[in-house]
Each structure stands twice: as structure tokens, then as C-alpha cells.
């Protein structure tokens, strides 16, 4: 039976928020391995994003914490999760509808889950308040040889 290749990493970093580009690009370096198309690369990228300054900004509220991040490659699948040790929220199921804020006056659209829901296969949401966040996304990166020969089938039809 072929084995199925899996890897795994860990990202501990301050709550300031030009370390959200710092995760957005280590996770995409790590996702690389399993050779994504340039779109599954960006959507990984924006779901990232998204999570981590939503850790920071309403996690941490902008005062000092610790945003982490784990990554397993199974397959060809990637699983992240961002957590942070901040407020918490709520209401998850509120959280996540399409423009809900709690914070409009800061120029929040309330679609960073949106984002992140239509940008992989399948998003989690665990929050408890005063003890933190957890965001579990999960991507299957279609193998390029996959996507490649699908292409090459668009273009004979
Ligand atoms: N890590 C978190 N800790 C505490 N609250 C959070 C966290 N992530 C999200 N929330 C809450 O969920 C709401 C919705 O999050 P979402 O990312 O969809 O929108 P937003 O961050 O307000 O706006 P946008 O992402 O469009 O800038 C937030 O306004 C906030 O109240
Ligand atoms: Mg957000």
C-alpha cells in the first residue's frame, strides 16, 4: 500500500499586525509542497490573513498576545489552524453571516469568515469568551497533474 505523505508545522508569533503578513507567507511556503495552482495558493494566502487579523484585532483587541498557527499536510490535504488566547466571541453562528461586525466604525466589512468559508473546503469555528479562538480550515490542493490534464481536456472539447 503507498503511504500517505504527511508533515506538520508550528507558528508562534506576537499579536502585532505586521506579522500577519509573516504567517500569511509561511503558511503558503509550507502549503507549497503539496505544488498548488497559483489560485489555491492565493485563497490559502486570504484565508490566512483573514483569520490572523481577526486574532489580533478582535482576539487581542490590539493589546499583546500570542497568535498561534498549526499546519498538517495530509495527503493532499492541508489542515490550519489559527488560535489566539484572546476575548472570544459570542455568538459564532452571528460572527460568521456575511457582513456582521462588531467593530463598523473601524472600516470592518464583516466578511472575513465569508472569505475564508468560500476560500476552503471547510471552516471550524471553536470560541469560548474570555479563553480564546480557534479556526480550523481545511483545502484538498488539487495535484497539478490533475489540474494540468483537466486543462489540456478543456482545451480538446
Ligand atoms: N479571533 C476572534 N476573537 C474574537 N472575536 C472575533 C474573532 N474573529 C472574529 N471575531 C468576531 O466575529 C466578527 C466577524 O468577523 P469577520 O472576520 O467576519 O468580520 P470583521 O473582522 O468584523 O470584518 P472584516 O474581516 O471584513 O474586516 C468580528 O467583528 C468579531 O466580533
Ligand atoms: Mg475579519
Given at each position: 500500500?503507498?503511504?500517505v505523505f504527511e508533515?506538520?508545522?508550528?507558528?508562534?508569533f506576537i499579536s502585532k499586525s505586521c506579522n500577519e503578513a509573516f504567517a500569511r507567507i509561511a503558511v503558503a511556503a509550507f502549503a507549497s509542497q503539496?505544488?498548488?495552482n497559483l489560485e489555491e495558493l492565493q485563497d490559502i494566502k486570504t484565508a490566512v490573513s483573514e483569520a490572523v487579523t481577526n486574532s489580533i484585532i478582535?482576539?487581542?483587541e490590539n493589546k499583546q498576545g500570542i497568535v498561534k498557527i498549526h499546519c498538517l499536510i495530509k495527503g493532499n490535504e492541508i489542515k490550519i489552524e489559527v488560535s489566539d488566547s484572546g476575548k472570544g466571541i459570542?455568538?459564532?453562528?452571528?460572527a460568521k453571516e456575511p457582513?456582521?461586525?462588531?467593530k463598523p466604525n473601524l472600516e470592518r466589512s464583516g466578511m472575513g469568515f465569508t472569505i475564508m468559508e468560500s476560500f476552503m473546503d471547510n471552516v471550524e469555528v471553536e470560541s469560548i469568551i474570555g479563553v480564546?479562538?480557534?479556526i480550523t480550515m481545511r483545502k484538498v490542493v488539487k495535484s497539478k497533474e490533475t489540474t494540468e490534464s483537466q486543462n489540456e481536456f478543456e482545451l480538446v472539447k
Open positions: 500500500m503507498e503511504k508533515n506538520e508545522m508550528k507558528l508562534e503539496l505544488d498548488p478582535h482576539g487581542y459570542e455568538n459564532v453562528d452571528m457582513l456582521y461586525t462588531t480564546g479562538t480557534k
